[in-house]
């Protein structure tokens, strides 16, 4: 789409230490059924999939599920080209692998989408001087395709969600406090660590919440997260 490209760097790497076989990719079939992936290769697919859409999906849709299908299906190659992928196209989680696979499609969208419109639109200005903005498309991106996604985030549907999301972000009680590793990927470790046993949820949900350091050691991020713990409403 003529944006910038995000290079998958380490991830060829990995593949071309290993005399370009294809990676193995798990998925949480077991635990929580979450199809959220896993193992010692869960970043890199996460990655190339973000990288993959930031490379060839435009981002003048509101949702994943409103973009044309004849974008979608480009992101495949690239990641049968990577992982082996037919472990999971065969048997009883095949349909959990699919929602599992939208699901992270439509978030990886939704923060490469928001993050390419707050660096080249709102911090540019965009909201400011909408016109202005409109002759100057980021990196190689061409004028057309620039003023398809001004339209789209200047127009009264865009506008309207935006604010209904900020309002519901504002009403959101805490925070993930897991950084870049999913709850999934963190249960996955433990259990693949020799334990045998997934976490308990409660337990951990603490162990996310509470600080591990300093004056604070063992006190609650917030209130919020602890009335949850104590309510044990998983």
Not at 112 to 117: E, H, M, T
Request: glycine share 6%.
């Amino acid at each position: 789409m003529g944006r910038k490209k995000d290079h998958d760097a380490k991830l060829e790497k990995k593949f071309d230490d290993g005399g370009k076989q294809k990676l193995s990719i798990d998925f949480d079939y077991r635990d929580r059924r979450t199809a959220k992936p896993v193992g010692d290769n869960s970043g890199d697919f996460t990655r190339l999939i973000a990288n993959e859409i930031q490379r060839s999906v435009p981002f003048h849709y509101e949702t994943w599920d409103d973009v044309d299908d004849k974008y979608k299906t480009t992101l495949w190659p690239r990641i049968h080209t990577f992982f082996n992928m037919k472990p999971h196209l065969l048997g009883q989680n095949v349909k959990l692998f699919e929602e599992g696979m939208q699901a992270q499609f439509r978030s990886a969208y939704r923060n490469r989408n928001n993050k390419f419109k707050k660096e080249h639109f709102v911090d540019m200005g965009g909201y400011d001087h909408p016109e202005e903005i409109r002759n100057f498309p980021p990196g190689n991106m061409s004028l057309s395709d620039w003023h398809e996604f001004c339209n789209h985030v200047t127009s009264n549907k865009h506008m309207k969600r935006s604010q209904a999301n900020k309002a519901n972000r504002g009403k959101q009680l805490y925070t993930s406090n897991h950084g870049s590793k999913s709850y999934a990927q963190s249960r996955h470790e433990e259990w693949a660590n020799g334990k045998g046993a997934y976490p308990d949820l409660i337990k951990q949900f603490k162990n996310k919440h509470v600080y591990k350091k300093g004056d604070k050691a063992g006190q609650w991020k917030s209130e919020a997260a602890e009335a949850k713990y104590l309510s044990h409403s998983f």
